[in-house]
């Protein structure tokens, strides 16, 4: 057994969790719809199967107040339980458990009727709460108390009181949002009460037999929030109260310190929970940026945790436990924690997904069937949709040749693995590089595929996923030596002097911008370096875990530009653009809209910026400026009457990314 404490069972007296893996709760988008869930049923059904040892469903509400936005999901009618019987049944039918996570969005929520501790009006949300009156706190703790019991008609093993993240709870707790004055507020101990009494009613509604795992909010990373005294008499009082569990919480929704994005290290937050260890007795669970088992293993080993909470990584493979369990490691599908097709989708009201799978909550429409008759494919392309369309055909008993120009497998992600905070882009090649062999794909690395040759093949079809050209846009001087592209910076590696100025704010602009502020090593590989660049205090001397932020210099002088009027990075992904925004900000980094540009020479780049002319003294000029579709194979073969298929940049570049370049290619594969 590689992770004996992974695999080790947790006694809870009336029951026992087979594994310390608990999946985390995540909004999938789902959970809003009573007709989408027969589709949950399926998603949780597959990570059931997949070993995992306990999972939590999405925040569900108990009372319309407490909605995230209207017509959220919501458990406090009777009538509201059959739907959820479809998720228990579906999760005990393949051996596993669930409990469904309660959650009061509180001032957070996204609608008039929303409700605090105190009339104090969220940064994050347009609407400003009606402070509840001592009634409307007892009214609520009822509501809380009568889910909890639904949820236990509805079979679930428990329930996760949501006291973290800055929901109700939380605000109830911390005098930045709690500034009553009666039973409920005051003092750190009345502030705490609302917590305290609604595990206390719910454990004498659901009895003993029944899970409730309370999340905790350890570290706010807001100020005036709790200080870590008053995070252990919570903690105290919750267990004193009835809790099973308890959950750790890092960080409110409206903190400005990345908690979960891929640029945060692993394992990050771990000090915390271990902060608790000791405090009290009860069970504790780690979370955040915990992809990979051996990184679990060791904070069990080290007696960190009791358990290791994560919902991402199993978004991304629903076999990870069982994977993990049967020394397939090298086989998981590993979260890369880019958030493009889960938060993000979850913050733009749309279905969850995830980048890395397109199955994860497609569960019962993208199928992966045997195909009925075994085919020839050639694939043009190892980039992610290419990588992507030849496992899946493989998978499915077709016969594919992949054949890729380069020397390695992974096209654009071998640039991304190379900027800072984007390590993990390698686990999807080393992923994809098992994953060819497991599902009998010929690999053809260094091979320029051509029309004759895949004529002369006698494929029956053949995929093009010849990826993007760079875009170069011409102006005098852009021909000149010092004038690169990103793939001369990422991929070639050529020198870059001390001053330069990136044309172009898209993504890539802003990732070449953050490779060239960066000193190696990259802070994602060192917890120290990168609480301190973001000024958090994991000791929690100071309420809210927050001291002054103490980046380190840039390791260039860099000016970043484009065309556009208005603010750089407008159209950077919802959950992270402003993580990148914020550390180049703190790099020093200029970023500067309504360029034009004039010329390049030796004195540096000439632009006019609202028609004022400045000449930004550089010593190189980085172009980051899109891309074109690389479709002349395609046009080819299409020539020579060879069925061609068209997928990611090679199709259409515009906005391409991987999310949309390994959709495509599975969604492609599994219909041929
Ligand atoms: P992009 O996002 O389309 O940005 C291209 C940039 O170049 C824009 O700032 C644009 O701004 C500028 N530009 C376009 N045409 C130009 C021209 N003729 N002359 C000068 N400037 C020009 O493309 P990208 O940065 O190459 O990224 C490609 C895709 O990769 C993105 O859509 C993104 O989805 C994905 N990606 C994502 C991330 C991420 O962090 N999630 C990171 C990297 C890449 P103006 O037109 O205003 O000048
Ligand atoms: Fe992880 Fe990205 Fe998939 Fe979300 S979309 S689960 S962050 S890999």
Redesign the pocket.
């Known amino acids: 057994m590689e992770y004996p404490h992974l695999f080790a069972a947790l006694d809870l007296g009336f029951t026992s969790l087979p594994n310390r893996v608990l999946m985390g709760s995540m909004h999938t988008g789902l959970e809003d719809r009573s007709s989408n869930f027969d589709k949950l049923a399926a998603y949780f059904s597959e990570r059931a199967k997949g070993g995992v040892g306990l999972m939590v469903t999405g925040g569900i509400a108990p009372n319309i107040e407490g909605w995230l936005k209207p017509f959220d999901g919501r458990l406090s009618m009777p009538w509201h339980v059959a739907r959820h019987r479809r998720i228990t049944a579906a999760t005990h039918a393949e051996g596993g458990r669930i409990c469904m996570q309660i959650l009061h969005g509180g001032r957070y929520s996204y609608h008039p009727l929303s409700v605090g501790a105190s009339t104090i009006k969220s940064p994050i949300t347009p609407f400003k709460p009606r402070a509840l009156s001592s009634r409307g706190v007892e009214r609520t703790i009822n509501d809380f108390v009568g889910c909890a019991k639904l949820a236990q008609d509805a079979a679930y093993d428990g329930i996760e009181i949501m006291g973290s993240e800055g929901y109700l709870i939380n605000q109830f707790v911390a005098a930045r949002t709690n500034t009553r004055n009666d039973e409920w507020g005051g003092s750190a101990e009345k502030r705490m009460r609302f917590p305290i009494e609604i595990v206390r009613r719910t454990r004498e509604a659901v009895g003993r037999n029944f899970i409730i795992i309370y999340r905790l909010s350890m570290l706010d990373l807001v100020d005036n929030a709790q200080s870590w005294n008053e995070v252990v008499q919570l903690a105290r009082g919750v267990e004193a109260a009835g809790a099973s569990i308890i959950n750790t919480g890092i960080g409110w929704h409206e903190a400005r310190v990345p908690t979960i994005v891929t640029s945060v290290p692993r394992a990050a937050f771990v000090a915390v929970t271990r902060k608790l260890k000791g405090e009290v007795g009860l069970p504790l669970i780690t979370t955040n940026r915990i992809n990979m088992p051996a990184v679990a293993e060791q904070i069990l080993a080290r007696g960190d945790a009791d358990m290791v909470s994560m919902a991402r990584p199993l978004l991304a493979d629903a076999e990870w436990v069982n994977k993990a369990r049967n020394g397939r490691t090298d086989r998981i599908n590993t979260c890369i924690a ?1 958030n ?1 097709a889960c938060l993000d989708h979850v913050f733009q009201n749309r279905q969850a997904t995830c980048l890395v799978n397109p199955r994860a909550c497609q569960e019962t429409e993208l199928v992966i069937r045997p195909a009925p008759e075994r085919k020839r494919y050639a694939v043009i392309g190892a980039g992610p949709a290419g990588l992507a369309a030849a496992t899946t055909l493989g998978e499915r008993g077709h016969a594919v040749t992949l054949f890729e120009h380069a020397g390695a497998i992974g096209g ?1 992600f071998n640039m ?1 693995k190379r900027i800072p905070g984007k390590e993990e882009f390698q686990e999807t090649l080393r992923y994809f590089g098992h994953r060819l062999a497991d599902t009998g794909v010929e690999l053809r690395l260094g091979v320029r595929a051509d029309a004759a040759v895949l004529k002369s093949g006698g494929y029956d079809a053949v995929v093009v996923a010849t990826g993007v050209t ?2 170069s ?1 011409r102006f005098p001087g852009s021909d000149h030596p010092r004038v690169l592209s ?1 793939i001369d910076v990422l991929r070639d590696q050529k020198p870059v002097g001390l001053r330069v100025a990136i ?9 070449v911008a953050e490779y060239l502020v960066e000193n190696a090593p990259s802070p994602t590989t060192d917890i120290g370096r990168w609480t301190r660049e973001w000024g958090v205090d994991l000791t929690i001397e100071h309420r809210g875990g927050l001291v002054a932020p103490a980046p380190e210099p840039p390791a260039r002088r860099v000016v970043l ?4 009027e208005g603010r750089l990075g407008a ?3 919802k959950t ?1 653009g402003w993580v ?1 925004r914020a550390t180049l900000k703190a790099k020093k980094v200029e970023m500067i ?1 309504g ?1 034009s ?1 004039d010329r390049f020479d030796d004195s540096g780049l000439h632009v006019s910026i609202a028609g004022i002319p400045r000449t930004l003294e550089v010593d190189n000029v980085i ?5 074109v579709p690389n479709r002349s194979l395609a046009d080819e073969l299409i020539a020579a009457g060879i069925v061609t298929h068209v997928i990611g940049g090679a199709d259409v570049a ?5 999310k949309r370049a390994i959709a495509q290619g599975t969604r492609l594969a599994s219909t041929l």
Do not use: K
């Open positions: 880019c493009q654009q991304a760079p875009r846009p990103y044309i172009g704010a898209g993504g890539i602009g802003f990732d530009l484009q065309r556009t159209r950077l992904n992270s990148h809209g360029v540009y172009v980051c400026a899109g891309q515009a906005e391409l990314d991987a």
